[in-house]
């Protein structure tokens, strides 16, 4: 089957820190991995994206590179800052056209300043 | 940028009542919306995939007498928790993929409401 195991939260950080949010699948066929994050009040929003193995996706400091060999997509950034403090979904489709998404729990994450 | 607008934000209802849930495509028309349903502490699990104008598509195990799925629109669809008890108190999360792409909208991304928080009493 399909399934996305993320790490569980919350995580607590301190600015300037770095961060990383685990996350692992299982899926058949071809997968393309999302990370989304949802702010306080909002609805989810795409953070990120990979559509292949090696690929690695990035924005706004985030990213993360889709492993098929250990079948993970670990978000990562060098140095987090307060606006960063939200839940962060670990998401993935099986590459078929506008298919359904698979999520992890999400993690919420907590920036001090 | 794309909007995906889900009202109400909260609802308050007691126990055998239904209640009706607007999803909304605000600045484009879309193909296929999807209602998902989230537990406190969990992932958001799909209930099922609403297309414009055929009958929405459930998963396995939801009960779709009681949870009623109208896209009347190419920009709204609803759900209908029917008949609700407490066991339905939940977060309900809808999602769009546009028709078509074109300036910040891309085709393949699925764009999210902020949610819905039923309490049933």
């Known amino acids: 089957g399909n399934s996305v195991t993320q790490m569980e939260g919350p995580v607590t950080l301190s600015e300037e820190a770095f961060l990383t949010i685990n996350c692992t699948y299982t899926?058949?066929?071809?997968?393309?991995l999302f990370w989304y994050v949802q702010y306080p009040g909002e609805g989810l929003q795409l953070l990120l994206k990979?559509?292949?193995?090696?690929d690695k996706g990035s924005n706004k400091g985030f990213e993360a590179t889709y492993r098929k060999e250990t079948t993970s997509f670990h978000l990562e950034k060098g140095s987090v800052q307060v606006s960063d403090s939200a839940v962060y979904f670990c998401?993935?489709?099986?590459?078929?056209?506008?298919?359904?998404?698979?999520f992890g729990r999400g993690t919420q994450l907590t920036v001090w300043p | 940028g794309a909007v995906v607008s889900q009202h109400p934000s909260r609802v308050i209802c007691k126990s055998g009542t239904s209640v009706k849930i607007e999803c909304r495509s605000l600045?484009?028309?879309?193909?296929?919306m999807f209602w998902y349903r989230q537990f406190p502490k969990q992932s958001l699990m799909l209930m099922a995939t609403?297309?414009?104008?055929?009958?929405?598509?459930?998963e396995q195990g939801v009960e779709k007498d009681k949870f009623l799925i109208n896209h009347a629109s190419l920009t709204l669809s609803t759900l209908t928790v029917t008949s609700a008890h407490p066991e339905d108190s939940s977060f309900y999360i809808c999602?769009?993929?546009?028709?078509?792409?074109?300036?910040?909208?891309?085709?393949?991304?699925?764009?999210f409401g902020a949610g819905t928080r039923l309490s049933v009493l």
């Open positions: 999602s769009a993929y546009p028709r078509t792409s074109g300036g910040e909208l891309a085709k393949n991304i699925q764009y």
């Open positions: 899926a058949t066929g071809y997968p393309s």
């Open positions: 990979a559509t292949k193995a090696d």
């Open positions: 998401a993935l489709d099986r590459g078929s056209t506008l298919g359904r998404l698979y």
């Open positions: 600045d484009f028309q879309a193909t296929t």
């Open positions: 609403s297309n414009e104008g055929s009958k929405a598509t459930y």
